[in-house]
Structures are given as C-alpha cells and as structure tokens.
C-alpha cells in the first residue's frame, strides 16, 4: 500500500521481521517453516531480500543504509538456535583465500544483488548494500582485501558496513585472456589446489573457445554457499554463469537450473556414472553434470585384522563381533582408549547418509521412493537401527552421537579404532607421512545383511548452468569442458578428486595415483543416492526429520519402531498432495 501512496517520499524504513525459532511462526511461501527446517536461515534472507525490494521503491534517494544496532553479548530471544548456528555465522574468514593463504585480488559486487541481510549471533541490525550497478572502480583490481583497510568506493564503504558477509563479499580470480565475445563467471572451488585446478582448466577453455572466465569464490561452508546460491537465483541474478553444486541441490534448485540435455550429446551423458546422472535429471530435465563423486566406505585396520585372524566382516552382525572381539584383546593388552568402530552420528546430514546405509544394506528400504512415496520397511528398519542403538556405548564411544566426518577421521587416523565408515577424502590423509596409521589401512564396501546389497551413500559436486544466465550456451560449453575425460582425469592424479566417468577407475595412470580406486569403483556401482531429486526443495526437511528420529533412537530417547512410526506421519506431512518442486 506504501508503494501505491508514498514511492519515493520516506527516508528510513525500520523493520523487524519475524525469524522462525520454534517459539513465533514464520511463513514462507504460505508454508510454516519449521525449527527443524534446516534452510531456514536462508528463508528468511531469501523473505527479506523480498521485503527489502519493496523498501527500496520507498525510499527517496538510494542508496541507503539502515543503521548498525549495538552490538550486544546476550543473546536476544529472537536470535537463532543452536541448530542454525553453523549457517548463521558468516565464513570465519569472508575473503576466501589463495594457495598461500594471500587474497586473491578483485572483489565483485554481484549485480542483481540489491541487498541483503544477516543476522550474527550478538543482535545485528539490517544492512542494505548499494543499489547500483558495479562501476569500474568496483571491479578494478584492488592491492588489499575489501573487507579491511580503507574502502576505495562507496559501494566498498558499504560492503564493509555489512561486516563483510559471504553474501555480499566475493573474491574473484580473473586473468587476462584472448578478446573474448563473451565473460562467464564460475563459482567453483574456493581455496587451495581445488581452486587452482578449477582455474588450470578454466583457463584452458578460454584460451580454446576465445571466451573469458572470472572464478568467482564462494564460501566454503556448504549451507552458506547454498544459502548464497538461493538468495542469486531467487533474485534471478546473472552474476553467476557456472556453479558448482552439492550432490542433493539439483532438487531444491531445479526451477533456477538450465536444461542441458540440449548441449550435451547422449553418448558424452551415457560416459558417467548412471547414478549420478539420474540424480542430476529432476522432472525430466538434465540440470546438472557430474564434477567429481564421493560414496561411504568401509575403513580398517589391516594390521589389527591379521594379528586377530579376522575376515573383512561381510554383514554388520560380523563387523559388531570382530571390532568387540579386538577392542576386548587390545584393551586386554593396555590399549584402554580403543574402540571397535566409529561413524559419523551427530544429528546432522552426515547421519542421514549413514542411517540410509544401515537400513537400505540390511532389506529396509529406501526413505523415499522413486515415485514418491515413502519407502521405509518398519521391521526391517527399526533392527537396522536397533543393531546401531547397540553400538554406541560397547563398540562406539558415547561421544560419536557428536561426530562428524573430520571427528571420525580424528579417532581413527590416531589409532584409537578398528572400523570406521567415511568419505575417500579420509585414504590420502590416513595414510599420509606423519598419520599413526599410514600403510595399515584397508577399504572395503560397507557391510549388507546376507542377500542385501552392500551400498555406500552418493556424496560428490556438480557444475549448472543458472537460468538467469545471459549466455546459457556458452556456459554449457564450459561445464561440458570441466567435466570432461581429460579434466577429471588431471583432477584424479594432481588431487584424488574420483571421477563420474567409470572408464577412468581402469585408466592405469590414475590406478597408479589412487590404487583403492579399484574398490571405489566396485561401490559405485550400486551407490545410494538420497531421494532430493524426488522431494524437490522439501529435502531439507524430509533429511531433518529422518536424522532427527534416528538420533533420538541411537541416544536412547525413543525406541525405533515409535521414532519410525513419529516419523512416517511427519514425512506424509510435509509430502502433503505431493513433494514440492
């Protein structure tokens, strides 16, 4: 109505909207979200941004800042939840770095980008960024970080008024090239070799196809990239061409996301690997190509396995009796900080992609179906997950109920387990100069009930094209070339990135570079994939409730059949008449 009587005649706007803790509702595209919704930070960014466009039509002389409210120790009723605190906090280092740890010159201004907001654990106001477009003197290149020292431009004053949040405080890496029709602008790798072997290869296309390519750096926190990526593309901002995505994004982003089925011929799609390829097909449509891949493993200690006489366990009934059958002789011996197996089981992602595992692997079905519906087997499920409930205090330590991948990796790593379910990444570091554990380490598929198939969880990235794009065809060009034989073969040998393109798990010099690639491949052939392709933007929902039941029933909480039983009802309820898209 504002914008109808009074365009252009107010000042300042104060706002304070309402942020969803469990306590007060909060309504999202006529949708309540819930506490447990594990995007609704950028919900709300997202509501905001909306809101904030209004406001800016009312105000007369943009562009504007709203002012920075004290900051304070204690924590407002209002403020975010434990749960959220990961997301909401910005990168604890917003410039992402180079190799060397130096800022990596230019900072872009994303165009579209109107403004943003964020809220920080001590009580933020609202920042508004420019509403401008960037001006030469905003992508000139800069001798230090924006994000400190003086700024060279109001529209820098500003981004350094916003505390320098991820959102609105890109680097980018851009090099010279020749005359180019056109610039694509690629988000992939943030820091490190990933980031220099994004660049290698992209400047190898720009030098073939006479375009040019500005890489810009995104967080690495994956919620807060997703978070960013939403908050662009619900905007529909063309600042970014290319991004690199996680394995259960193609769903929640599908509608932002080009078709590339019409870029890129049946014969190079049908060269990766199938799974992969069904998971980045949503609706019909290629939204996505394979990057680099992940699958959970089996790790163990070789050495422990031949002192005790002990088979590579086949089913999870066998792997409980070896790791006690160990941990009880090593503790015997005076090794008291021991433990059989470890895996990843804080109420987080993470345990979805284990629980999947343990009941898929021992006949309980899949969390959801290919058509939709939900797939859990009660009886089946509830003794996969009674089995894991037995663990945790015999063979797993009370505190794996608070790992994650990099706390499993720690146990292990140091000696302190025989069995530990994780990523590949985990090979290269356990068996690295200097690990308690280098050269005693062996890796297996995970274990299956008799007749079942031993599965592992699809973890990895994929490249898009945004819908927003001006240049759809040109950057298809580029993420066909990223993704090529020859690419992933080169990010295989320099880095252990594991191919989409099963040929290359028998290519002998990257056999010769990752020699446990002759088991990963045999696991992914039968890889699970999480059902985000099915459930659309409600993923991040359906994971919750299921990681949630499951953490209840390993800490003793809930007995398996009711958190089963708690959680069909849930997922019929969120799916309503059928899963968002």
């Known amino acids: 109505m504002l914008n109808d009587t009074h365009a252009g005649k107010v000042d300042v706007i104060y706002s304070d909207p309402p942020y969803n803790t469990g306590r007060n509702d909060f309504i999202y595209n006529d949708r309540h979200v819930d506490r447990d919704d594990a995007y609704r930070h950028s919900k709300w960014l997202s509501f905001m941004h909306k809101r904030l466009n209004?406001?800016?039509?009312?105000?007369?002389?943009?562009?504007?800042?709203?002012?920075?409210?004290?900051?304070?120790q204690t924590r407002p009723a209002n403020e975010v939840d434990d749960g959220e605190e990961s997301q909401a906090h910005p990168h604890p280092d917003p410039l992402p770095r180079g190799p060397q740890g130096e800022g990596d010159g230019i900072a872009t201004p994303l165009p579209g980008l109107a403004m943003t907001v964020h809220k920080?654990?001590?009580?933020?106001?609202?920042?508004?960024?420019?509403?401008?477009?960037?001006t030469k003197q905003s992508t000139d290149r800069l001798s230090m970080p924006v994000c400190s020292g003086p700024a060279k431009t109001i529209g820098m004053r500003l981004l350094q008024g916003a505390a320098c949040v991820a959102a609105l405080c890109l680097v980018g890496v851009a090099w010279a090239g020749p005359a180019a029709a056109v610039e694509i602008a690629l988000a992939c790798g943030a820091v490190g070799q990933e980031l220099a072997l994004c660049r290698e290869a992209a400047e190898a296309w720009s030098e073939r196809s006479g375009n040019s390519v500005r890489i810009i750096a995104t967080p690495n926190d994956s919620d807060q990239r997703l978070a960013l990526f939403q908050q662009l593309l619900a905007a529909r901002s063309d600042a970014i061409d290319v991004m690199q995505i996680d394995v259960v994004w193609p769903g929640i982003l599908a509608r932002h996301l080009v078709d590339l089925s019409p870029y890129v011929p049946a014969a190079e799609r049908a060269g990766h690997l199938p799974v992969v390829i069904a998971?980045?097909?949503?609706a019909g449509r290629l939204v996505a190509l394979p990057w680099f891949v992940d699958v959970g493993l089996l790790y163990y200690r070789r050495d422990l396995l031949e002192k005790y006489h002990r088979p590579v366990p086949q089913t999870w009934t066998e792997l409980s009796e070896t790791a006690q059958?160990?941990?009880d002789g090593e503790r015997a011996g005076g090794n008291t900080r021991l433990w059989g197996f470890v895996f990843q089981a804080r109420a987080y992602e993470g345990l979805t992609c284990n629980a999947m595992e343990w009941i898929a692997s021992q006949g309980g079905g899949r969390l959801v179906e290919?058509?939709?519906?939900t797939g859990l087997h009660r009886r089946e499920a509830a003794q996969a997950l009674e089995l894991a409930r037995g663990w945790v205090g015999t063979i797993a330590p009370e505190g794996v109920l608070t790992y994650m991948e990099d706390e499993t990796r720690g146990v292990f790593q140091t000696g302190q387990a025989v069995f530990m379910r994780n990523w590949p990444y985990v090979w290269a570091?356990?068996?690295?100069?200097?690990s308690a554990i280098a050269g005693k380490v062996g890796l297996a598929e995970l274990p299956a009930a008799p007749g079942e198939a031993h599965t592992g969880v699809?973890?990895?990235?994929?490249?898009?094209?945004?819908?927003?794009?001006?240049?759809?065809e040109i950057?298809?060009?580029?993420?066909?070339?990223?993704?090529?034989?020859?690419?992933?073969?080169?990010?295989?040998?320099a880095a252990g990135f594991n191919p989409t393109r099963p040929a290359l798990y028998s290519d002998p010099e990257v056999l010769a570079a990752n020699p446990h690639y002759a088991t990963l491949a045999i696991v992914l052939d039968h890889a699970l994939a999480r059902p985000s392709r099915v459930t659309g933007i409600a993923y991040n929902r359906v994971s919750s409730a299921f990681w949630n039941a499951v953490h209840d029933v390993l800490s003793g909480r809930e007995d398996a059949n009711a958190a089963l039983a708690e959680l069909e009802e849930r997922l019929a309820r969120i799916r309503g008449e059928g899963w968002a898209q």
Do not use: C, W
Not at 61 to 72: I, M, N, V
Not at 120 to 134: D, H, Q, S, T
Not at 460 to 468: E, K
């Open 54 to 72: 209004l406001f800016g039509r009312l105000i007369d002389r943009p562009p504007f800042l709203a002012r920075k409210l004290r900051a304070s």
């Open 120 to 134: 920080m654990r001590y009580n933020i106001g609202l920042v508004i960024a420019r509403r401008a477009k960037p």
């Open 279 to 282: 998971n980045n097909t949503v």
């Open 325 to 327: 059958a160990i941990q």
């Open 370 to 373: 290919d058509d939709g519906s």
């Open 429 to 434: 570091l356990a068996n690295a100069p200097g």
């Open 458 to 472: 699809l973890g990895g990235a994929q490249l898009a094209v945004s819908a927003y794009s001006k240049h759809p």
């Open 475 to 493: 950057a298809a060009d580029l993420v066909r070339a990223l993704t090529s034989a020859e690419v992933q073969k080169r990010r295989a040998i």
